[in-house]
């Protein structure tokens, strides 16, 4: 098995893997239902999710069966997030119909679900294994407790009624979420608890298009936010290591959320990557945060080294590369 497995997909109906090193496309897994709206692959790289509508399907990563090891077909809309437990005990899904579910992998019913008021955009998984977290479509954040089996608490830090939680993300380390609106703010708690998220600072990205996703480095260092205006912003997250000529970012309204915010306790911007000629719509890290992968409509997924701001790969697809999973 590679040691590293990188994966594309999108709109052309197909998942393909690539040799990172080489730009050279190593396989292609037909998807003939649907677009591929999200990708996700078990911590052991046995396995790749693909989520598409109105479901979600399982391949195997290290053979040439194309066929799906399973499908779990009971969503009633597009698909938008998919994810697994760190054991690959388990999956979970979020969808436009307005619900979160869970996967046991051995059989093809949801064992949980929860139901939200609004389409899901984004799902993650607390590092802590016990807790999910949803962004949906009318600006809500919710913390589901998989113990308590219960949403524990629900919060909308947007107050621009047209605003949805495009993505949502939660560092390694479990010291910061963020939610990110589609008006391009990115609101940022300390969680204390299931119950508690202790307001930590707003940042304004001042992208100029739509805000699609966000995503920690591993080692927690760094915040990245993709647009629809075609570029990839690099933050340096509250607290960590200065970098060279740092320009702390606007805040929005910081006053609402912590009123002594100065500094280390607000994202930093410390690069903008400008490559991308279309909307950029996923990104995904190396595992030791050098290195970033991102899809973007212009029909490529382009590989970057974080320090330098550089491309090193282009990986050239037919149609908009909508998603993008890396395990190295």
């Known amino acids: 098995m590679s040691s590293v497995v990188l994966a594309t997909a999108g709109f052309d109906h197909k998942i393909r893997f690539w040799e990172a090193s080489k730009e050279k496309c190593t396989r292609v897994i037909k998807y003939p239902d649907s677009q591929i709206n999200a990708l996700a692959i078990t911590a052991d790289k046995h396995y790749i999710a693909a989520a598409g509508n109105p479901h979600a399907k399982i391949f195997e990563v290290a053979t040439q069966n194309s066929n799906p090891v399973r499908s779990y077909d009971a969503h009633q809309g597009n698909v938008t997030a998919v994810g697994f437990q760190c054991d690959s005990k388990w999956m979970f899904t979020g969808s436009e119909d307005k619900t979160v579910k869970i996967w046991d992998l051995r059989a093809p019913r949801a064992q949980r679900v929860y139901e939200c008021k609004a389409g899901v955009n984004s799902v993650v998984l607390h590092?802590?294994?016990?807790?999910?977290?949803?962004?949906?479509?009318?600006g809500n954040v919710r913390v589901w407790d998989l113990q308590a089996n219960a949403?524990?608490?629900?919060?909308?830090?947007?107050t621009d009624r047209e605003a949805s939680i495009q993505s949502v993300a939660v560092a390694n380390d479990a010291s910061l979420v963020v939610a990110a609106s589609n008006r391009g703010r990115v609101f940022c708690w300390n969680p204390l608890s299931s119950k508690e998220y202790q307001p930590r600072c707003i940042l304004d990205t001042q992208h100029s298009g739509y805000l699609l996703k966000c995503i920690f480095s591993p080692d927690v260092s760094r915040l990245v936010t993709c647009s629809s205006d075609k570029t990839v912003r690099v933050w340096q997250s509250p607290g960590a290591a200065t970098v060279s000529d740092p320009a702390p970012a606007p805040a929005e309204d910081p006053s609402s959320m912590d009123p002594d915010a100065?500094?280390?306790?607000?994202?930093?911007?410390e690069k903008s990557l400008e490559k991308h000629q279309r909307w950029v719509w996923d990104a995904c890290?190396?595992?030791d945060s050098a290195y970033l992968v991102t899809a973007s409509s212009d029909y490529t997924a382009r590989l970057w080294d974080v320090h330098t701001g550089d491309v090193i790969r282009n990986y050239q697809s037919q149609m908009a590369v909508t998603c993008v999973a890396l395990n190295d």
């Open 151 to 158: 949403c524990m608490q629900e919060i909308v830090p947007d």
């Open 127 to 138: 590092p802590n294994q016990t807790e999910l977290i949803s962004g949906d479509q009318n």
């Open 262 to 269: 100065h500094g280390a306790d607000q994202f930093i911007l």
């Open 285 to 287: 890290f190396s595992a």
